[in-house]
């Protein structure tokens, strides 16, 4: 079965270090990959996607970056956090076009 | 483009009544349709997705949902609300723009009172 990895779960940053939070799917291959954002009781914005190796769209203009190195990998970087990067970070995978989408246990992330 | 409305961002039900959380959808052709559940600081977690076929589909958790095309609405219900269905619930569609992406509701956090 395909099960899918977040890591790390929560994270304190100060403003103005970098970010790098990884997400791995195991169990299938060529996998759709996706990062969310969840703001406190707010709803989920899509920050980036990738439909293969190296290849990344990517949805609102901010100072995150996003990376695809491997199939099964999705990597969420920022060189210089603000505050308005606090939030809660989702990672997804999804196989196949019109299919559901299935979410890692999120990362915490709060700036100080 | 397309949008998901989610009515009610907070439900509040007595344990053993009905749960009713409302979803309508914006769409000219039958789109494929989705309800996740989230529990606090966890992941979305997908309860039943419509595709195509039976326009009542089962879920987890006893949870079921009605694709209705002339109202374009898919509405999550379940006989009997338990007090370990509180959560916040997301209704979403596929993107027609963009099979990749699908387009999520604001969310209806359920709260059940004892």
């Known amino acids: 079965s395909q099960t899918i990895h977040q890591w790390p779960a929560t994270l304190v940053q100060p403003v103005g270090s970098p970010l790098s939070l990884e997400c791995t799917v195991e169990?299938?291959?060529?996998?759709?990959l996706y990062w969310y954002r969840q703001a406190a009781g707010r709803g989920l914005q899509l920050l980036f996607y990738s439909v293969g190796i190296g290849q990344i769209s990517s949805e609102v203009p901010q100072n995150l970056s996003a990376s695809r190195p491997q199939d099964r990998q999705f990597i969420l970087s920022s060189k210089k956090l603000l505050l308005s990067d606090s939030g809660f970070y989702l990672c997804?995978?999804?196989?196949?076009?019109?299919?559901?989408?299935?979410f890692g246990d999120g990362t915490r992330l709060s700036i100080l | 483009a397309q949008s998901v409305t989610q009515l009610g961002s907070h439900v509040s039900v007595s344990e053993g009544a009905l749960v009713l959380l409302r979803c309508n959808y914006s769409?000219?052709?039958?789109?494929?349709l989705f309800w996740y559940v989230q529990y606090p600081n966890q992941g979305l977690q997908l309860l039943l997705k419509y595709t195509t076929g039976a326009t009542l589909v089962k879920g987890i958790n006893g949870f079921e949902a009605e694709f209705k095309k002339s109202e374009t609405s898919f509405h999550l219900t379940k006989p009997s609300a338990h007090m370990s269905d509180a959560a916040e619930y997301f209704c979403?569609?596929?993107?027609?723009?963009?099979?990749?992406?699908?387009?999520f509701g604001s969310g209806t956090r359920l709260l059940v009172r004892p």
């Open positions: 997804a995978w999804q196989q196949g076009w019109n299919q559901p989408q299935h």
């Open positions: 769409s000219s052709v039958p789109p494929y």
């Open positions: 169990g299938t291959s060529n996998p759709n």
């Open positions: 979403a569609v596929s993107d027609t723009d963009s099979s990749y992406k699908l387009i």
